[in-house]
């Protein structure tokens, strides 16, 4: 199967699909190379297209945002469907962690990826746009430049007896595997895109009052301050849980089907009492906290940074005999973070002031330029 009015792109496999896309991995008739077709739901804006034509037509770190090569549109039987042609992607980090079982990407590569993170979101903050949907389902890996001399297999039917209506589809793909786990990453492999800009917004532009960033990694303000528009620092808070997890075997703040009150009371014991208008205005406060802010939980269920850290980065790195890391740079990790999760939006720092900090400057950092002279 071919797409685009000179059939330009043939389809090889399917990679994935989301909510509002189905991506698939085609090869450039034109270039001979391999490119990501994401076919949009019938009638959808193309709002994503327009935001990555702004941020790659930039000079810096443009090899962090999928280049925007093509776009074009096919009609079918439920619709227009928006194209966008882009750069193509080995897998997810939440994928690369879920298919390993450590769940841990090695030190070096976790120091690598997280410089590459933030330098993602500063190069989009630098253009004035909040990417507003942060989590390592949007954080991809790059294809090895291998993939362009493989020769692509067709994808062969096993039932075609059926005859579907013309509004539903006529075949039905399982998603190609061309990732690897966490653990195997090698440093010169962790090459870091920041993906799915559908909800990235300007904040000078429009307002923009919900957050749609997985609750685990959703800044506060979005629960407790819902009439105040978001802000670029909104992305800040998320930012500081994603650097947790990489180097984790789970995220930061534990539990992807907990409620808001379980998750509010886990940031408390992070990061101490909220700003006295939200703290009054908790009416569950009370379950978890008195008034002054004490804890009522036992001990053994109060997990602080510190605890966080130790039983979930050191211990299961230990355990492996992976490398840990150092007092020296836990204390300038772990003073990074807490900044980055200021309960006021005010109180963070940017993404760049985050670049500049000591512990990427001194560890992450490196780590990267190591990676790039493999």
Sequence with gaps: MTLCNDD?????????????????????????????????????????????????????????????????????PNGTHPCLVTTPARCSLAVAKEESEPRLFQLEVARSLAVQLVSAVAHVHSHGYAHGDLHLG???????????????????????????????????????WLGITSDELPLYEAKLLLSDFGVTFRPEDKSRFQSNAPLVVRPP??????????????????????????FAHRSLIDGIIAPQDDITAQKVHLQGALPLEWWNKWNERPKWFDAAGKPLSKERDIWSWERRFDQWIQEPRQSLCMDIIGEEEQAAFLDLLKHMLAWKPAGRPTAQQVLDSIWIRDWALPAYKRGQGA
């Design 221 to 246: 303000e979005s629960y407790f301050d819902p009439k105040t528009p978001l802000t670029l620092t909104s992305d800040i808070w998320s930012l500081g849980c994603l650097i947790f997890e990489l």
């Design 8 to 76: 330009r792109y043939r389809i090889v496999h399917k990679l994935g699909h989301g909510s509002f896309s189905t991506a698939w991995l085609a090869l450039d008739q034109e270039s001979s190379e391999y490119v990501a077709v994401k076919v949009g739901m019938a009638d959808a804006n193309k709002h994503e297209a327009d935001i990555l034509s702004r941020l790659v037509t930039a000079s810096v770190d443009e090899s962090l945002i999928p280049a925007v090569i093509d776009q074009f549109s096919i009609d079918g």
């Design 138 to 176: 949007n954080l991809l890996l790059r294809l090895p430049a291998s993939l362009n001399s493989l020769t692509p297999e067709p994808v062969v039917g096993i039932d075609g007896t059926s005859e579907p209506g013309p509004g539903v589809p006529s075949h039905v793909f399982a998603p190609v």
